[in-house]
Nanobody, 124 residues
Framework: VQLQASGGGLVQAGGSLRLACAVSGRTLSSHAMGWFRQAPGKEREFVAVVNWSGRATTYYGDSVKGRFTISRDNAKNMVYLQMNSLKPEDTAVYYC?????????????????WGQGTLVTVSS
């Protein structure tokens, strides 16, 4: 599975951005797609996850609930992260990742495939 994240950039606090992740390769082997982020000097943080097939089920990290929305488009092999009401503390490199059926979706170690990351900077 190959993942290509895009859509990052500079935005003012309160603004919005939509990240996109293009998924290619053996997509049928993926159980779920997640977004993580990592700020300088901090550990990688879980943001959101959506299952890849069947009825879409989503789960969010506490820090983004109510502001971010993850979605998928299986026909286009794309996963999106709509980010609203952005805060300076949302500044980080955002990664999309794919996982199999095992492992907790909030743990980075559960994901076997990672995209290259896209930088989001939120100015105050």
């Amino acid at each position: 599975v190959q993942l290509q994240a895009s859509g990052g950039g500079l935005v003012q606090a309160g603004g919005s951005l939509r990240l996109a992740c293009a998924v290619s390769g053996r997509t049928l082997s993926s159980h779920a797609m997640g977004w993580f982020r990592q700020a300088p000097g901090k550990e990688r943080e879980f943001v959101a996850v959506v299952n890849w097939s069947g009825r879409a089920t989503t789960y969010y990290g506490d820090s983004v609930k109510g502001r971010f929305t993850i979605s998928r488009d299986n026909a286009k092999n794309m996963v999106y992260l709509q980010m609203n009401s952005l805060k300076p503390e949302d500044t980080a490199v955002y990664y999309c990742a794919a996982k199999g059926a095992l492992g907790l979706p909030s743990r980075p170690v559960s994901y076997g495939y990672w995209g290259q990351g896209t930088l989001v900077t939120v100015s105050s």
